[in-house]
């Protein structure tokens, strides 16, 4: 299983960026995908997830009506589109994937069974 995330750079406040996640490996299609974030010296925390079904959606409440998750399936991709970018935004984003036939997003990544490298973000003011 491989998941390979990308788009990360460096962006100005107020600017967007694209992170896409190839996956190989597993069934894309059977898998609820989620991006996760960590800043230096603080936790890795959820940033939103996309289900499999119905591709339903959530999202921290930090990133809401800035960042939008989507997927495409015949391609075995997620994206994660980053408008309105705060430096509070700059992290490390990680791609993860959960076992397959889950039906619901998690927030605790201890949930997710597969891990992307993860791509840096970061957002200057």
């Known amino acids: 299983v491989q998941l390979q995330a990308s788009g990360g750079g460096l962006v100005q406040a107020g600017g967007s960026l694209r992170l896409s996640c190839v996956v190989s490996?597993?069934?894309?299609?059977?898998?609820?995908m989620a991006w996760f974030r960590q800043a230096p010296g603080k936790e890795r925390e959820f940033v939103g997830g996309?289900?499999?079904?119905?591709?339903?959606?959530s999202y921290v409440d930090s990133v809401k009506g800035r960042f939008t998750i989507s997927r495409d399936n015949a391609n075995n991709t997620v994206y994660l589109q980053m408008n309105s970018l705060k430096p509070e935004d700059t992290a490390n984003y990680y791609c993860a994937a959960r076992a397959p036939g889950m039906l619901q997003i998690s927030t605790d990544l201890n949930t997710y069974l597969s891990w992307g490298q993860g791509t840096l973000v970061t957002v200057s003011s």
């Open positions: 490996g597993l069934t894309f299609s059977r898998h609820v």
């Open positions: 996309i289900t499999w079904r119905n591709f339903i959606t």
